[in-house]
């Protein structure tokens, strides 16, 4: 009696025993579960670093270099590009500008039997003169033109002293006379063939030439 007794402890014990190694088990299961749940938040915080806030998006893609840095705010837009030397620089609102601007006309005209510069030729010389010196490059022909009164030789001769007189304004505002030719077309070139004083002031002129 005394040893079945013994047999049916030995049997509780022993299903005890086994309960209890079930349970640690499954407690190492669950440590396993929670581990890989936080290992999973962990590696998502690391997606949202580096993929969202980080160089992809806030990072030098998008609002570094890429656009806010030198590629549209920088030196391409705002930069040496359009308000740099490019535009607002020396190329339109620089020195490119400050040039004197070639006079509307190259005609100069003369009264009656004269060779005499009046005021307003005067002034027409003088802005073809600073035209002249900031244009070294360019030379010029100082044509002589008279009316059909006086005969073919005086004329030609008239001709030849109008067209000295506008290169001696030009040289006296700094033109080099090197750069100035002088030739006299008489009364042979008339831009008004009908008589009249009217029709002969359109004749007697000289015309600068740029060649």
């Not at 391409?76 to 030397?85: E, F, L, P, Q």
């Not at 607002?88 to 040039?99: A, E, K, L, T």
């Not at 009316?147 to 006296?172: Q, T």
Request: net charge positive; proline share 1%; hydrophobic share 30%.
């Amino acid at each position: 009696m005394k040893l079945r007794k013994y047999s049916k402890l030995a049997l509780i014990a022993l299903a005890a025993a086994s309960l209890t190694l079930a349970g640690c088990s499954g407690k190492k299961d669950d440590s396993t579960l929670t581990s890989n749940i936080k290992k999973g938040e962990m590696s998502s915080n690391s997606s949202n670093s580096s993929g969202v806030n980080g160089s992809g998006v806030n990072g030098s893609g998008v609002n570094g270099s890429g656009v806010n840095g030198s590629g549209v705010n920088g030196s391409g837009v705002n930069g040496s590009g359009v308000n740099g030397s490019g535009v607002n620089g020396s190329g339109v609102n620089g020195s490119g500008s400050d040039s004197a601007m070639k006079p509307s006309t190259n005609s100069v005209y003369f009264a009656f039997d004269s060779a005499k510069i009046d005021r307003a030729g005067k002034a027409i010389l003088t802005g073809y003169a600073k035209w002249l010196n900031n244009n070294p490059d360019v030379n010029i022909t100082v044509e002589g033109n008279c009316d059909e009164r006086g005969s073919r030789e005086y004329n030609l001769a008239l001709g030849e002293e109008r067209a000295k007189s506008v290169k001696s304004v030009l040289v006296s505002h700094g033109v080099d006379a090197i750069r100035i030719d002088t030739v006299s077309y008489g009364e042979e070139r008339p831009v008004c063939s009908r008589s009249g004083e009217a029709c002969w002031a359109q004749n007697r002129h000289g015309d600068i030439v740029n060649h």
